[in-house]
């Protein structure tokens, strides 16, 4: 998505080798029209596929999932990450350990929301290890519900989740793939040209 790819070439600041920050319009202000963009995209992507629930995390996968849900017409349904007030029956848990934080939360729905017959859409912000990714598919599993795929706005190819994941059998759409954050740059995955995991598979 060259919009996507403009903005973290603009904005975007390596931290480390492994960390891209992108506040200034995904993780913490938050740019409107790119996100109307990334929810046009994705509902593009996964269109005709009869998806009924979107399922992120906060607080990052809520904007971007947002979007989605409003072009494909359905709700959205965020998993916590801390114990709420107001969400305490009947809830579906699994454990995430964060890549950026360094520090493992137990996340939970509402077993009101997602429910045996829905086919879901995961959206997230970044696609790191795969955790946060997995925990939200074991969400839906458990809810008995049918997973359609993944949407993730920005996909860290050289880390391990983009393998993880596909290697799992998972449809997983990045709508940008960084190759390498060496030397302070963001170095992005050359479209068409296929990983190394992907030559090998
Ligand atoms: P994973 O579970 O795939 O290891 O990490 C995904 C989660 O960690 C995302 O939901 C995102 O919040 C956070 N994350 C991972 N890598 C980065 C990064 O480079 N920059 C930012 N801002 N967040 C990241």
Known sequence: MELLKRKIELEGRVISDHVLKVDSFLNHQVDPHLMAAIGKEFAARFQNMGITKIL??????????????????????????????TLVNDLITSTVHSFTKKETNEISISNQYIV??????IIDDFLANGQAALGLVDLVQKAGAEMVGIGIVIEKSFQEGSNLLRKEGFRVESLVRIKSLENGRVTFLQEGVSTRYEQII
Not at 56 to 84: D, Q, W, Y
Not at 116 to 121: M, R, S, T, Y
């Open 56 to 85: 992120t995390i906060e607080s990052s996968g809520i904007a971007p999932g947002l979007m989605t849900a409003l072009e494909l017409n359905v709700p959205i349904i965020f998993a916590r990450k801390r114990n709420s007030l």
């Open 116 to 121: 045996p017959g829905d086919k879901v859409l």
